[in-house]
Nanobody, 124 residues
Framework: QVQLEESGGGSVQAGGSLRLACAASGLTFSMYDMGWFRQALGKEREFVAAISWSGSSTYYADSVKGRFTISRDNAKNTVYLQMNSLKPEDTAVYSC?????????????????WGQGTQVTVSS
């Protein structure tokens, strides 16, 4: 059974930082691209960042480019999202997802497995 479990969410003031982690089990982690998505209250889920299975390629939404960094440790079956210079508009539930597609995707329908999500709240 595949499980993705996020951690590291919380409340922070604008300008602060958080580091999210997503621990995977039940799949061959090193064969999956990983993505982070977020959904704010009353809004649709949106792409945040993705990383290829090897870690050699990364992709970011324009809204987080230069502030967020995605990385992975295949030995620990974990993907990370370092979030710096946080803004109130970054407030959302952040979820990680795994994709076995041939190319790294920024669309949620390409991802087969999802975590439950972790809340990030940024106050002004």
């Amino acid at each position: 059974q595949v499980q993705l479990e996020e951690s590291g969410g919380g409340s922070v003031q604008a300008g602060g930082s958080l580091r999210l982690a997503c621990a995977a089990s039940g799949l061959t982690f090193s064969m999956y691209d990983m993505g982070w998505f977020r959904q704010a209250l009353g809004k649709e889920r949106e792409f945040v960042a993705a990383i290829s299975w090897s870690g050699s390629s990364t992709y970011y939404a324009d809204s987080v480019k230069g502030r967020f960094t995605i990385s992975r440790d295949n030995a620990k079956n974990t993907v990370y999202l370092q979030m710096n210079s946080l803004k109130p508009e970054d407030t959302a539930v952040y979820s990680c997802a795994a994709s076995s597609r041939a190319t790294t995707s920024m669309t949620d329908d390409s991802y087969s497995y999802w975590g439950q999500g972790t809340q990030v709240t940024v106050s002004s």
